[in-house]
């Protein structure tokens, strides 16, 4: 009966954060046999710190059964997690959940694997003065790839998606191809944390030698400190005071460790 749920989900709630030992394995197997109200109790799961850990602990314990989170379910407990600041919970609920590997710095780098949840995944803005589309590469029919129409003034984010990187050195790369345009100058890949602050690293999207329409590689080093636990990785623009078009391509987006 939909009109006592909110009584019920309470219950729940409340035994599950009260007794967690003896009430969240209970709590899970109801959840796992799919039930018309699993929806609706996950998504009641938004408000208190007490209801994000119950989330975050239930999604753990279904991920080991027979009823994972299904990919709407995960995004919104993502999405969630980030929306009220619970950084380190969702760097550990990733983790512990492998969804996507925490191992994999850059998810989808290559653009061709769009399954894995926001926020690790790519968010392309669409705004006046930006087209931003995953499509088949002109030269390379068979590899999809990241292509930009930017008309070199307004201002965006114009892709974005969370990492979790540890503290330490590493390498960002890209290949690169360039229609049209000044994308070193217009355009730069920056990577800063979610917690505030400015970027930690900053790399020009391309090279000011680099030949048109032919692919090559750029590269940058930076170093994430301690007091960062999870990063975005963002391609931004660089806005000038007159419309200076620039198409360009981005692809096998990565960051590596270096120590």
Same mark, same amino acid.
């Given at each position: 009966?939909?009109?006592i749920?909110?009584?019920?989900?309470?219950?729940?709630?409340?035994?599950?954060?009260?007794?967690?030992?003896?009430?969240?394995?209970?709590?899970?197997?109801?959840?796992?046999?799919?039930?018309?109200?699993?929806d609706?109790?996950?998504?009641?799961?938004?408000e208190?710190?007490?209801?994000?850990?119950?989330?975050?602990?239930?999604?753990?314990?279904?991920?080991?059964?027979?009823a994972?989170?299904?990919?709407?379910?995960?995004?919104?407990?993502?999405?969630?997690?980030?929306?009220?600041?619970q950084?380190?919970?969702?760097?550990? $609920?990733?983790?512990?959940?492998?969804?996507?590997?925490?191992?994999?710095?850059v998810?989808?780098?290559?653009?061709?694997?769009?399954?894995?949840?926001?926020?690790?995944?790519?968010?392309?803005?669409q705004?006046?003065?930006?087209?931003?589309?995953?499509?088949?590469?002109?030269?390379r029919?068979?590899?999809?790839?990241?292509?930009?129409?930017?008309?070199?003034y307004?201002?965006?984010?114009i892709?974005?998606?969370?990492?979790?990187?540890?503290?330490?050195?590493y390498?960002f790369?890209?290949?690169?191809?360039?229609?049209?345009?000044?994308?070193?100058?217009?355009?730069?890949?920056?990577?800063?944390?979610?917690?505030?602050?400015g970027?930690?690293?900053?790399?020009?999207?391309?090279?000011?030698?680099a030949?048109?329409?032919?692919?090559?590689?750029?590269?940058g080093?930076? $170093? $994430?400190p301690?007091?960062?636990?999870?990063?975005w990785?963002?391609?931004?623009?660089?806005a000038?005071?007159?419309r200076?078009?620039?198409?360009?391509?981005?692809?096998?987006?990565?960051?590596?460790?270096?120590?």
């Open positions: 009966r939909q009109d749920q909110p009584q019920v989900f309470r219950l729940f709630t409340v035994a599950g954060t009260e007794d967690p030992q003896r009430s969240l394995p209970v709590i899970a197997s109801l959840l796992a046999a799919k039930p018309p109200w699993r609706a109790y996950l998504s009641s799961l938004r208190t710190p007490q209801d994000l850990q119950l989330a975050a602990s239930l999604a753990i314990l279904l991920e080991a059964g027979r994972p989170l299904n990919q709407v379910e995960l995004q919104r407990l993502y999405q969630i997690l980030m929306n009220k600041g950084l380190e919970a969702l760097r550990t $609920v990733r983790s512990r959940l492998n969804r996507p590997p925490p191992g994999v710095a998810t989808n780098g290559g653009f061709a694997d769009p399954e894995a949840p926001q926020p690790f995944q790519w968010r392309l803005v705004k006046a003065g930006v087209v931003a589309e995953i499509v088949a590469d002109d030269l029919p068979a590899n999809p790839a990241l292509r930009i129409d930017y008309d070199g307004a201002t965006a984010r892709a974005e998606q969370l990492t979790s990187l540890a503290p330490g050195s390498r790369s890209a290949e690169t191809r360039s229609e049209s345009g000044e994308p070193a100058a217009r355009l730069s890949w920056t990577l800063s944390c979610a917690t505030g602050g970027a930690i690293a900053a790399l020009a999207a391309g090279e000011t030698t030949r048109r329409n032919v692919w090559t590689t750029l590269s080093r930076f $170093v $994430v301690e007091t960062c636990p999870v990063q990785l963002r391609l931004e623009t660089r000038a005071d007159r200076s078009p620039t198409v360009v391509w981005f692809d096998k987006i990565a960051i590596t460790p270096t120590g």
